[in-house]
């Protein structure tokens, strides 16, 4: 008996939930744009600046250069996404750099 109680409530808000729509309202491409390119340029901006101070420790690993170019590139071309993947990667590697410095710096000769 409890289960036939259950069922129109649980019906009601069911069609309820389907039929609602989101009041959000597109955003303009120009405007989407714009805050990608602000976007693509912080990231490139950030992995420059930590691949300067992995530089700066003597510690810049192989293709975080590269990887900072292909980003240039990527954004110059208006691949957005491409973009702040290659700047996330040169960014993480050039974190990792300075904390592989960090770890090394004390590591001394153990012979």
Do not use: F
């Amino acid at each position: 008996m409890k289960k036939c109680l259950l069922i129109p409530p649980l019906a009601l808000l069911m069609a309820a939930c389907a039929t609602t729509q989101t009041t959000e309202a597109p955003v303009p491409a120009p405007a989407k744009a714009a805050a990608d390119t602000m976007a693509v340029s912080a990231a490139i901006t950030a992995a420059e600046t930590a691949a300067d101070k992995a530089d700066a420790v003597g510690y810049q690993w192989r293709d975080t250069a590269s990887l900072i170019d292909g980003a240039k590139k990527a954004a110059a071309a208006n691949d957005s996404a491409k973009a702040l993947d290659l700047a996330g990667q040169a960014l993480r590697q050039s974190e990792n750099a300075i904390k592989q410095q960090a770890a090394q710096q004390d590591a001394g000769s153990h012979i």
